[in-house]
């Protein structure tokens, strides 16, 4: 008599039909299909259109992977503008993130080493004769592998990214790849700020 099987005859270690490792789901935040569209309805947003929201079309998805960071920033674009939705993983968290708003100020070839301050200049809104100056501190220095996604295809890159901030809870991000430089200038935004309607993925062809 095999000491291993139930009375009805069947093994104990049959293999059940839901023991297959399932895919985890992906975060709504993580890793959105090109051609999604994203909605913004943050201040930054009141206070360019008077609108209470504008929606986006992601072109551009980039993902940082380094020692404790994970970021994504997706480049999306409408008829007049674009901006780009940063996504970092809260580190010492399983699914926390934070959100926030960007632009890109500039894109230029590198220089002079970066300094540890630096100031920019803004147009003033009240005023079009003057600049408003943000000074930013440089936080921290961080090497990534950054992925880019694009309509084109796939492609990864050895990056730095120098973290900066100001007193009034403003960042810049500056991307050095190689000798190019992509200043990204933002602010934190809520999860109520943004809304997203992720595109249809091709499916996987199945051998």
């Not at 069947?10 to 059940?16: P, Q, V």
């Not at 380094?66 to 968290?93: C, F, K, P, Q």
């Not at 190689?178 to 992720?198: C, K, M, N, S």
Request: charged content about 35%; hydrophobic content about 35%; aromatic content about 10%.
């Amino acid at each position: 008599m095999a000491l291993f099987r139930r009375k009805d005859g069947k093994s104990l270690f049959g293999r059940r039909k839901d023991a297959e490792p399932k895919k985890p789901e992906r975060h709504e935040l993580v890793d959105i299909p090109l051609d999604s569209m994203i909605e913004l309805s943050d201040i930054i947003t009141y206070e360019e259109t008077g609108d209470t929201s504008r929606a986006f079309k992601l072109v551009i998805r980039k993902k940082y992977e380094g020692n404790s960071l994970r970021r994504y920033m997706y480049h999306a674009r409408d008829a007049e503008e674009e901006v780009v939705i940063g996504v970092d993983h809260i580190a010492g968290t399983k699914d926390d993130y934070e959100i926030s708003r960007w632009i890109v100020d500039d894109e230029c070839e590198l220089g002079d080493p970066l300094p540890d301050t630096m100031t920019l200049y803004f147009p003033d809104p009240e005023n079009e004769n003057a600049d408003i100056a943000i000074e930013y501190n440089r936080q921290d220095v961080v090497p990534a592998i950054l992925t880019l996604t694009n309509a084109e295809g796939e492609d990864t890159f050895d990056v730095e990214l120098h973290e900066y901030a100001s007193d009034n809870d403003e960042y810049m991000s500056i991307e050095c790849c190689g000798d190019w430089l992509t200043f990204y200038v933002g602010v934190l935004i809520t999860r109520a700020d943004i809304e997203i309607y992720p595109a249809m993925e091709a499916p996987s062809k199945r051998k």
